[in-house]
Antibody, heavy 125, light 106 residues
Framework: QVQLVESGGGLVKPGGSLRLSCAASGFTFSDYYMSWIRQAPGKGLEWVSYISSSGSTIYYADSVKGRFTISRDNAKNSLYLQMNSLRAEDTAVYYC??????????????????WGQGTLVTVSS | DIQMTQSPSSLSASVGDRVTITCRASQSISSYLNWYQQKPGKAPKLLIYAASSLQSGVPSRFSGSGSGTDFTLTISSLQPEDFATYYCQQSYSTFTFGPGTKVDIK
């Protein structure tokens, strides 16, 4: 079955770095765009970044631009998020999600399905 | 950036009730609107995509409607497993989620 498993979360000091990984299985990883989405404790969902199937197109939320880098290795069926200059406000559960879509009548719709179980990143001194 | 709002932020309902959650976009997003359900400690789960299409495996008591700026998620007869938080999300211009609506037991 389609599965996404995140890893790499943990406790890091402000200003530090962390690299998250997401291992994909059960589908042809290289065919899909992928995203990272986060959720601060007790808060709502915030999209962080996405990457196209080839890696040639990348977008970031303004809140992480210049500090986070998304990448992928299609040979390893893996998605990554390099997080630098971490701040307390980056504390959250980080989810990877598959970006699924279809086009009809000139419009292309997309959504996130499935999501991984999440990995917790805590930024604290 | 497109902002999303949801109302109410929380509601209390009983099993069997009809529940309606509203989502509004700060500008027209056509039908680029998805709905997710999240239970405590779990990842969100897709319910509705493209405003009104039911995701495979999701019970038919869930339905979505709307286009432009105003959207609705309806649960026709609330079941015990439906107590959760519901999020809308636009995909018209990158992605933005609504703040969520928590549905709990009356």
């Amino acid at each position: 079955q389609v599965q996404l498993v995140e890893s790499g979360g943990g406790l890091v000091k402000p200003g530090g770095s962390l690299r998250l990984s997401c291992a994909a299985s059960g589908f042809t990883f290289s065919d899909y765009y992928m995203s990272w989405i986060r959720q601060a404790p007790g808060k709502g969902l915030e999209w962080v970044s996405y990457i196209s199937s080839s890696g040639s197109t990348i977008y970031y939320a303004d809140s992480v631009k210049g500090r986070f880098t998304i990448s992928r290795d299609n040979a390893k069926n893996s998605l990554y998020l390099q997080m630098n200059s971490l701040r307390a406000e980056d504390t959250a559960v980080y989810y990877c999600a598959r970006d699924v879509g279809y086009c009809s009548g000139g419009s292309c719709y997309n959504w996130f399905d499935p999501w991984g179980q999440g990995t917790l990143v805590t930024v604290s001194s | 950036d497109i902002q999303m709002t949801q109302s109410p932020s929380s509601l209390s309902a009983s099993v069997g009730d009809r529940v309606t959650i509203t989502c509004r976009a700060s500008q027209s997003i056509s039908s680029y609107l998805n709905w997710y359900q999240q239970k405590p400690g779990k990842a969100p789960k897709l319910l509705i995509y493209a405003a009104s299409s039911l995701q495979s495996g999701v019970p038919s008591r869930f339905s979505g409607s709307g286009s432009g700026t105003d959207f609705t998620l309806t649960i026709s007869s609330l079941q015990p497993e439906d107590f959760a938080t519901y999020y809308c999300q636009q995909s018209y211009s990158t992605f933005t989620f609504g703040p969520g609506t928590k549905v709990d037991i009356k």
